[in-house]
């Protein structure tokens, strides 16, 4: 059974920056792309960004726009989402899965409890 453990979320302010992370066990957690996602307050889930199994190939939604960054460390299967100039409609609970590839939506896990972010003055 795969556990997934989202964590380092919490109340910034707009402008602040934030580090998340994904650790994985039960799975070889090298053999698997990773992604975020995100569900805002009322929204339905959507793609936040993605890195390749084995490289450090990554995809970014369009809303990204250069601010966040996904890493990964396959010796402490973590994936990371580092987190800059974050604005109030960043706010919302962030998952991480394994995906079918770094280009695919499809998820290949159940979800985590995820962890929130919020982004408020």
């Known amino acids: 059974q795969v556990y997934v453990a989202e964590s380092g979320g919490g109340l910034v302010q707009p402008g602040d920056s934030l580090t998340l992370s994904c650790a994985v066990s039960?799975?070889?957690?090298?053999?698997?792309?990773m992604g975020w996602f995100r569900q805002g307050p009322g929204k339905e889930r959507e793609f936040v960004a993605s890195?390749?199994?084995?490289?450090?190939?990554?995809h970014y939604a369009d809303f990204v726009a250069g601010r966040f960054t996904i890493l990964r460390d396959n010796n402490k299967s973590t994936v990371y989402l580092q987190m800059n100039s974050l604005k109030p409609e960043d706010t919302a609970v962030y998952l991480c899965?394994?995906?079918?590839?770094?280009?695919?939506?499809?998820?290949?896990?159940?979800w985590g409890q995820g962890t929130p972010v919020t982004v408020s003055s």
């Open positions: 890195i390749a199994a084995s490289s450090d190939a990554t």
């Open positions: 899965n394994a995906l079918a590839n770094r280009l695919s939506s499809m998820t290949l896990w159940d």
């Open positions: 039960g799975r070889t957690f090298r053999n698997y792309a």
